[in-house]
Every structure is written in structure tokens, then in C-alpha cells.
């Protein structure tokens, strides 16, 4: 395991005061809500992007964008349907989505997608 800390995002309310860290071979998701910290190896994940908050409705959700209901079944680890927030798709497993709110999620999005090209 590499332990070098490539981003580590800042607790706020929004994310239920939970920490997203990425590091080059794995993310770590902290989760209350799953009582653990979830790792995922970088070989498991499939696809990640940045998603709008959903507090607009359907009008504002849909606009101008192609809607892929696989995103809709997963699981949501803090507030993210209030705000723009991440959605990381996996490879395999029960859940395949996980929608959560790190403080810069384009940022995050950035990072996480320089490691999966390498």
C-alpha cells in the first residue's frame, strides 16, 4: 500500500463532517452511515464525474445532460443530493455507485482520474 496522501478532503456539514482521502493506489471513503471506512483499489474503479445537485428537480437535473439510470441505484454516503457532489461507478459489487460530497468535488474528480490513466 503507497501511503502518500494525494488529497484529503476538509469535514464539513455537507459531507457529514466524513473525510474522502485519495492516495495513487486506493480511495478511502470514511462513512458513519456504513460504520466504516470504505477502500477502494484503483483497479476496481470503473468511472468517476462530477453530478449536479438534484435539489432542482427533474427540470434542472436533466438539462442538457444524457441521463443514465444506472447512476440512480447506489448508495449515498452523506448529503450529496444537495449539492454537487461525485459519482463513482465500480466495477463489481452490490452498490456499483457511490454518490458522496468531498469539499471540492471537481478536484477530486481531477485526481482521481490522473491516477486511473496511469
Known sequence: MNNT??????????SLW???RIYPDR??????????????????IQAVKVRPSVF???IGL???MKIDFRDMWGIKIDYCD???????RKKSGLFNA???SPDEPEKFVEICKSILSV
Open 27 to 44: 480511495l478511502e471513503l470514511q462513512s458513519w452511515i456504513l460504520l466504516h471506512t470504505v477502500v477502494l483499489p484503483i483497479d476496481e
Open 98 to 100: 457511490i454518490a458522496f
Open 5 to 14: 496522501l494525494l488529497y484529503a478532503s476538509k469535514r464539513t456539514a455537507k
Open 18 to 20: 466524513q473525510q474522502y
Open 56 to 58: 432542482g428537480g427533474w
Open 62 to 64: 436533466t438539462r442538457g
Open 82 to 88: 444537495l449539492c454537487p457532489h461525485v459519482l463513482l
